[in-house]
Structures are given as C-alpha cells and as structure tokens.
C-alpha cells in the first residue's frame, strides 16, 4: 500500500451508502424493545453469553464508518489550507459536542421518575437543546444565532440543574458510567483522527495503531494491565483499546480504496485480506474471552471489523463497481444527516410517553412487530430529509 499518495475529497457514494444503511440499522434494532416475540439472533446478547446477536454488529459497523471517513475529511480541510492545528481544534469541538450529547443521554437512562421535572420532558427539552446549539445555522455568525446557541447553552445548564436520579439532584448526580453511543463514537473519532492527522496518513503507521489497539484489549483481558490499574479511571483507551481498533480499521480501509483506486485488483486483494485476518484472530482467540460486545471482548471487536469490511465491500461493489444508486437516493438523509436521524427518535418515545399511547399488540408482535420497527426506521430517514430540505440539520 503507497504511503504519502494524495487523497481526492470527493464524496464517496459507497461511504454516505453503508452510513444510510447502517443508520437505518441502528433505529431498527432500537427498536426492538417495543416488541415482543421476535428471534433472539436479532437483539443483543447478554453479558455472560459467549455469542453477538444483529444488534451487536450494528454499532461496531458505525465506528468503521467513522474511521473510513476520517481521511476524506481531514484532507477536505487541508485542501482549504487549514493548518494541522486549526483541524486538530475542529476535531476537538466535534470530540466535546459527542461526549456533551453521549454523556446527557446516559444519565437520561437513570432520570427518576418521580422528578419535579418530568422525565419525557426533560427529554425533549434535551434533544431541543441539541438542535439549537448545534443546528447547522446557514449564517452562524449573526446576533439571531448566537441568542439561539446561547438559548440551547442555558437550556442544557437548566437541564443539568434539575435532573434527578436515586444519586441525588443536579450535577453531583450526573454520572460518567459510560460515555452512550455518541460518547463511544466521539472517542473513536478524536483518537483515530489523532492517530491519523500527526502521522501524516502514513499508512504503516495505521497499521502499527490498530495492532496496538487490539493488543492492548487483549493485554487488558488477559490481567497484563492491572499495574496500571490505578490510573485506569483517569488515563485509559477507550473501551480498553476496542472502539478506536474498529475506527482505525476504516481508516485504513479508505486509505487502501483512495491508494489502490489505479490498482483495483490490489485493492480487493489487500482488504479482504485484511478482513480474513481480523476474523481469524477472533475466531481462534475465542476460547480466550468469548465473543461480547457488552464486554468489548477483542474477539468482538476483530470479527465485527472484519464484517464490517466485507458489508463495505458489497457496497463497493453496488455503487462503485456497478453503479447501481438509485436505491441510495430515497435513503439518502440517513447517510448525510445521520446525527439527525439518530436523535429523532428520542423526541418520539419521549411524546409517546406523555400520552401513554401504545399500538395494539398485533403490532408488536413476531413478523409484523419487525415489518413495523422497519417502516418506522425508515418513516425517520424521511422524516429526516425533509427537515434536511428545509436546513434543519445538527452539524457538529
């Protein structure tokens, strides 16, 4: 694989594609909970079980997504002659807003509900929160939406101010136990944009962090870093090394797509290697750790990488290979406004909460429960591109 070589910032069909499916994925398998009676092999396997259902692959899948798009989007920022800490600032803000929004969402799972402030509301008014600091506002610069941000800022400070839970009231009650999924994904994302940026793209060195990334989860499991252990909650990886390997995985994805475009032979040979690789070391490590994405076991995180590689390479294959887009269109919002997409279903339960309104069983249940959890996945993505067609979007 060439090291050095220019990277085009045109933006790939194939990598907005396996987003908008894979978002549309994970609003599905959210909400699998509103259902009864479907197959175990689509929800998450618990903690003690050595498996992973659907629902374990799904958010793997985005943290791929996330690295395979870290190199177009530095080097877009290069193009506009921004300097190396100019981008590394901007990946710190987009690093804050995920946690900010990772760690309220968090805390909203514990939100008491006997609290003066109800906890459907406090939803809403959190995600009403989001949209206003983070809108993607056509004029940013102007006193209008400055008095909106600052809006959305003393919303979220009075947000934090009344949040209850069996801790206690207000921040003191707010907890750090995990960082949700936009935390996860935030952390992802600054490590490999970090990993990626000061090296340069080189792609060796990729390589060397995504070994490391994966040795250090398997050093974690195997007690190699209980020295370490008193600094654990101070100085860490996230997800003991797990969640940047699989983000560094689609970096070096990209990197071998943008390398190899002349050398298209190369380029299949060199990631699905990558993939049977990745796979293999899961599959014999098994034994080990098992396979757990609740415990972020390495073998969970190899064997998902490598699925992810290879969900990439068939849509490769579809847009980029055959040209065959027409499908992607209608589910276009989910890959361009996939932050959007992903938030409006909180404001929906939250409503549905207030009103206590349920669909009839029949709804919920086996074959029609998951035809319905489909069409509402897919009613949010274009819920989601009408919004984007009158620019209301976050943008972090």
């Known amino acids: 694989m060439a090291e050095g070589l220019p990277i085009t910032t045109s933006r ?12 549309i994925l994970m609003i599905f398998v959210n909400d699998l909970w509103t259902l009864v009676d479907i ?21 793997p899948a985005f943290l791929f997504i996330v690295g395979l798009s870290v190199p177009y989007a530095i080097q877009s920022r290069r193009k506009k002659g921004d300097p190396t800490l100019r ?61 909106l941000k600052a809006i959305g800022v003393g919303l979220l400070i009075g947000l934090i101010c009344t949040y209850e839970s069996s801790n206690g009231n207000g921040i003191k009650a707010m907890e750090i136990s995990w960082w ?24 060796w060195i990729q390589v060397v962090a995504l070994i490391l990334f994966i040795f250090f989860s398997s050093a974690n499991y195997l ?6 252990a008193s600094i654990r909650n101070y100085v860490w990886i996230s997800g003991d090394g ?25 380029f299949w ?14 599959i014999i ?20 990488s490598g699925i992810s590689i290879f969900c990439f390479l068939l849509i490769v294959f579809i847009t980029d290979v055959r040209k065959v887009t027409n499908w992607y269109r209608p589910i276009k919002p989910a890959g361009t406004s996939t932050l959007t997409s992903y938030l409006l279903p909180y404001i929906h339960y939250a409503l549905l909460g207030m009103i206590w309104i349920q669909l009839p069983v029949f709804f919920r249940t086996g074959a029609v429960g998951l035809l319905k959890s489909l069409l509402y996945a897919i009613l949010i993505v274009l819920i989601t591109g009408l919004m984007e067609k009158r620019n209301i979007r976050l943008k972090i």
């Open 285 to 304: 490590t098994r034994p080990i750790w098992g396979i757990s994405k609740i415990n972020a076991t390495p073998s969970w995180t190899t064997i998902c």
């Open 87 to 147: 981008i590394f600032l901007h990946v710190i803000s987009r690093t804050i807003a995920l946690l900010v929004m990772g760690l309220f969402l968090v805390n909203a799972e514990t939100y008491s509900e006997n609290a003066m402030v109800p906890r459907n509301l406090w939803m809403i008014l959190l995600i009403v929160a989001f949209f206003l600091i983070w809108l993607d506002y056509k004029k940013p610069d102007t006193p209008l939406v400055k008095s």
């Open 39 to 59: 197959p175990d092999w689509l929800e998450h396997v618990s903690a003690e079980t050595d498996g992973m259902g659907l629902a374990d692959i799904v958010f």
């Open 12 to 23: 790939l069909i194939s990598i907005d594609a396996f987003r908008a499916l894979t978002m």
């Open 242 to 266: 797990s969640m940047p390997a699989l983000s560094m995985t689609g970096v070096l994805t990209a990197l071998t797509y943008k390398n190899l475009t002349s050398q298209k032979k190369a």
């Open 223 to 228: 007690g190699w870093l209980e020295p370490l």
């Open 180 to 203: 949700g999924i936009l935390g996860l994904i935030g952390w992802a994302y600054f490590i490999s944009s970090a990993v990626y940026l000061f090296s340069a793209g080189r792609v």
């Open 269 to 282: 040979l060199y990631t699905i290697g990558l993939a049977v690789v990745l796979i293999a070391f899961g």
